[in-house]
C-alpha cells in the first residue's frame, strides 16, 4: 500500500511550547490529509480534515487556534500543537488520501505511524 | 448507541485457532476499513471493503450491505496476530468502532 509517514515519532515538552507534527505522503499525492488523536484506551476520534490548498475543517470541540493545521503542498500536512498542556498528551495520527495509483484505491485512506506527544 | 459496535472487546486465542471479529454498524457507508493497531500505535489498513468479500493471506474480511454487518476471519492465527483490531466506516469521514484487543498466545 502507499507510505505515509510522520515526524516525530514521539515528543516531550514543556508545558506552555508550541510543537509541531508532520504527515508526509512519500508516494502518492494526497488531496485529503486527516488528523486523529488517540487518548490511552480509545479509538481514534477525528480533528480534522484538511484539503491542500484550503482552511482546515475541524470537528466539534477542536479548537482550530491551538491546533493549527496546513496542508500546503499534495504531499505535507502539518499539525501545531500551540500552548501545550499536559491534557494534550495524547496519540496523534495523521492519514492521508489521494489518488494511490490506478487501482481504484483513491478512497482508501493511508494511516501514517503516529506521533506520540507528552507534554510536562 | 454508538454508530459502529465491535464484538468481542477483548478475545483470547491460541496459537493456530480461527478467529472472527464482528462490526455492526446504523449509517448507510460508502465503504468499510479493517485497521490494525499494534502496541506501538501503528496503524495498518488491513482491508476496504463495499461489498462481498476479501482475502489477504489469512485474513478474510466479509460485507453484507443489507445486514449492515461485516466479519474479519483469521485462519492459523499467531501470536504475531496480537493487536487491536478496528472497524471503521466511512460516509464522507471515517467513524471507528472500539476495537477488539486480540491476544494470541503460543
Known amino acids: 500500500g502507499a507510505v505515509v509517514s510522520q515526524h516525530p515519532s514521539w515528543v516531550i515538552c514543556k508545558s506552555g511550547t508550541s510543537v509541531k507534527i508532520e504527515c508526509r505522503s512519500l508516494?502518492?499525492?494526497?488531496?485529503?490529509m486527516f488528523w486523529y488523536r488517540q487518548f490511552p484506551k480509545q479509538s481514534l476520534m477525528l480533528m480534522a480534515t484538511?484539503?491542500?490548498?484550503?482552511?482546515?475543517?475541524?470537528e466539534q470541540g477542536v479548537e482550530k487556534d491551538k491546533f493549527l493545521i496546513n496542508h500546503a503542498s499534495l504531499t505535507l500536512s502539518t499539525l501545531t500543537v500551540t500552548s501545550a498542556h499536559p491534557e494534550d498528551s495524547s496519540f496523534y495520527i495523521c492519514?492521508?488520501?489521494?489518488?494511490?495509483?490506478?487501482?481504484?484505491?483513491?478512497?482508501?485512506?493511508?494511516f501514517g505511524p503516529g506521533t506520540r506527544l507528552t507534554v510536562l | 448507541k454508538n454508530e459502529v459496535e465491535q464484538s468481542p472487546q477483548n478475545l483470547t486465542a491460541q496459537e493456530g485457532e480461527f478467529i472472527t471479529i464482528n462490526c455492526s454498524y446504523s449509517?448507510?457507508?460508502?465503504?468499510l476499513h479493517w485497521l490494525q493497531q499494534h502496541p506501538g500505535g501503528g496503524i495498518v489498513s488491513l482491508f476496504m471493503?463495499?461489498?462481498g468479500k476479501k482475502k489477504h493471506g489469512r485474513l478474510i474480511a466479509t460485507i453484507n450491505i443489507q445486514e449492515k454487518h461485516s466479519s474479519l476471519h483469521i485462519t492459523a492465527s499467531h501470536p504475531r496476530d496480537s493487536a487491536v483490531y478496528i472497524c471503521?466506516?466511512?460516509?464522507?469521514?471515517?467513524?471507528f468502532g472500539q476495537g477488539t484487543i486480540l491476544t494470541v498466545h503460543p
Open positions: 492519514s492521508a488520501r489521494g489518488l494511490a495509483g490506478g487501482d481504484g484505491r483513491h478512497n482508501e485512506q493511508f
Open positions: 449509517v448507510g457507508i460508502s465503504a
Open positions: 471503521a466506516v466511512s460516509y464522507g469521514k471515517l467513524t
Open positions: 484538511s484539503n491542500e490548498g484550503s482552511k482546515a475543517t475541524y
Open positions: 508516494d502518492f499525492q494526497a488531496t485529503t
Open positions: 471493503l463495499s461489498s
